[in-house]
């Protein structure tokens, strides 16, 4: 196996224009079960980690939003300003495997896996972020909706480097819960991303492990801000509550697998989306 360590993202980027098909490592925690598993065999790969450029973040306070380099690992998400502007993506941060995994384990490599359970992203979805991409020539900006495309598939094509992702500063109260089969070191059984968007009124919910991708409650959350004027902080009734969880159940495409049965993530998300729910208004 050849493995090239460029120091800059130009350096980085030539490396891949001149083999698109190489393999690029970031923090290996994905990469590296695949290939201790044999089930990827990389002749040639791009090791990301000493690219600095990589690992910074931008806070853009003129329109609100923050740039999140791919190569920032989750430890520098879980406080600071990360935390401060986006505490949701903070919660599923801490959420993450062990304090190894968190160190290495990175935002890119969640992107670039494109797990359905990976926690970065129903935060990601439920703040419709975007990812940016990069090749030699040009640079792109996808919604993460179009990013994702079905079970550990992305629409990166060859060549191209994810650089970052951009989300919106919302100014409401926002949450991630998973559910796993034990409380730590664990891969979400189900996930739930609720963000309220207090300004224009609105409420956010992605699930995370229930389906082939990261699934957004749009029909769920449409209904709720006809139930209730969310640019107050409202109480939510128990009925409207039993309700919300259902719904979302119902938006949920879960299946059965070596990790849960798809009526028991459906009676999860029910719970968590609810949990959240009541949590936003309290
Ligand atoms: C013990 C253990 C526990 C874990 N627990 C969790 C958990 O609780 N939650 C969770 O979500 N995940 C978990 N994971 C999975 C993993 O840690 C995450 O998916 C992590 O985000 C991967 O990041 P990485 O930098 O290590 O990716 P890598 O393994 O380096 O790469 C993953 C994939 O992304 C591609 N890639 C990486 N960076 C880029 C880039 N900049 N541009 C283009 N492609 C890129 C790689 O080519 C590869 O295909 C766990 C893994 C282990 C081993």
Same mark, same amino acid.
């Given at each position: 196996m050849s493995v090239q360590v460029p120091r800059t993202l130009d350096d980085a980027l030539k490396a891949i224009a001149a083999n698109p098909s190489a393999q690029f490592i970031q923090g290996g925690t994905d990469l590296m079960v695949e290939i201790n598993f044999n089930h990827r065999k990389p002749t040639d790969v791009i090791a &990301? @980690? @000493? =690219?600095? *450029? &990589?690992?910074s973040t931008q806070i853009d306070t003129k329109n609100m939003q923050i740039t999140i380099g791919a %190569? &920032?690992?989750?430890q520098m998400m879980e406080r600071g300003e990360i935390a401060e502007h986006v505490p949701a993506l903070a919660q599923a941060a801490r959420t993450v495997g062990s304090p190894q995994i968190r160190s290495a384990g990175t935002i890119g490599g969640n992107l670039g896996t494109c797990?359905?359970? %990976?926690?970065a992203l129903p935060v990601l979805s439920a703040l419709d972020a975007t990812v940016n991409l990069q090749t030699q020539k040009a640079s792109r900006t996808v919604s993460i909706h179009d990013f994702m495309i079905g079970v550990k598939r992305n629409a990166r094509m060859p %060549? *191209? +480097? +994810?650089v970052s992702t951009t989300l919106p500063i919302v100014s409401g109260w926002q949450g991630y819960a998973k559910v796993g =089969?034990?409380?730590?070191?664990v891969i979400s059984v189900a996930s739930c991303c609720l963000v309220v968007d207090r300004i224009n009124g609105t409420i956010a919910v992605a699930l995370g492990a229930v389906g082939p991708t990261i699934i957004r409650c749009r029909e769920t959350e449409s209904w709720l801000a006809k139930q209730i004027d969310l640019r107050t902080n409202p109480t939510m009734p128990d009925n409207l509550l039993q309700e919300f969880g259902s719904r979302v159940a119902n938006e949920s495409k879960p299946i059965d697998d070596h990790r849960s049965t798809a009526a028991y993530r459906r009676h999860a998300v029910s719970t968590l989306s609810r949990r959240l729910l009541l949590r936003a208004h309290s």
């Open positions: &990301l @980690r @000493r =690219v600095d *450029e &990589l690992k %190569g &920032l690992p989750y797990s359905p359970a %990976g926690d %060549g *191209e +480097i +994810i =089969v034990r409380n730590a070191m």
